[in-house]
């Protein structure tokens, strides 16, 4: 009987750690099922180099154009979110903020960015949750990216690539060869997909413990047999 609280203890320190072992393992992947992406054909984006710092008053527009889309049509409704890559420079901590916007001949919506809380050579995902998709097939839309405050030194840069065919950035009102590295996608409502995907994590969890509790349990009887 003395072995009983133990052991219970024994199978709850198992079940936790794995708990969360599993969920540190796996947020990331579950996370990837809020997006969807937008464009079917593969990224490939040659010759990419970082743009000009985003300084107060730096402004870069560009046409954002959904290609060979394969989404469903009860999917055209989601909210679209743009990944943009970003660079700091070493990881520098900069300073200032950003405003990304998508607009038409009116403003659809801004998101505002902080620039310290930009990360190196990574995707940024800036969702806009009051335009649907298919606002981008029914009219022509750009996204512009606004210094507001960042000073040279303490800015971050945007990311050009010089992939053909692509939809041109201007900046600060004057046209370039170049585009921006970007990625579109639509924000899925994966909530109960992610609830049973934790739940199973828990599940695999408790099995595990189980297990480890049985050995747990079949040595403690051995030892007793002795």
């Keep these: 009987m003395k072995a009983l609280p133990s052991l219970r203890l024994h199978f709850f320190l198992v079940a936790l750690i794995m708990m969360a072992a599993f969920t540190i393992f796996s947020k990331p992947y579950i996370d990837q099922f809020d997006y969807k992406p937008a464009n079917t054909l593969p990224a490939n984006w040659p010759g990419m180099q970082p743009?000009?710092?985003?300084?107060?008053?730096?402004?870069f527009l560009q046409m954002i154009t959904p290609v060979e889309s394969e989404l469903r049509p009860n999917e055209l409704h989601f909210p679209v979110c743009v990944d943009l890559q970003f660079v700091n420079y070493a990881n520098r901590k900069n300073r200032g903020s950003i405003l990304v916007t998508l607009l038409?001949?009116?403003?659809?919506?801004?998101?505002?960015?902080?620039?310290?809380?930009?990360?190196?050579?990574?995707?940024?995902s800036i969702c806009f949750d009051q335009v649907p998709f298919n606002t981008l097939q029914e009219q022509t839309v750009y996204l512009?990216?606004?210094?507001?405050?960042?000073?040279?030194?303490?800015?971050?840069?945007?990311?050009?690539?010089?992939?053909?065919g692509s939809p041109t950035v201007m900046v600060n009102g004057t046209a370039t060869t170049q585009t921006l590295v970007l990625h579109l996608n639509i924000a899925k409502d994966a909530g109960w997909f992610k609830i049973f995907s934790y739940v199973f994590l828990l599940f695999s969890a408790v099995l595990i413990a189980l297990f480890?509790?049985?050995l747990r349990f079949s040595e403690h009887a051995e030892q007793k047999n002795v």
Excluded at 104 to 124: G, I, W
Excluded at 144 to 164: R, Y
């Design 104 to 124: 038409t001949d009116k403003t659809l919506q801004s998101v505002s960015l902080q620039a310290q809380d930009v990360e190196d050579n990574k995707l940024r």
């Design 51 to 59: 743009s000009p710092e985003i300084v107060a008053g730096s402004v």
């Design 212 to 214: 480890s509790l049985t």
């Design 144 to 164: 512009e990216i606004k210094g507001i405050d960042s000073a040279p030194g303490s800015a971050v840069s945007a990311v050009f690539s010089s992939k053909p």
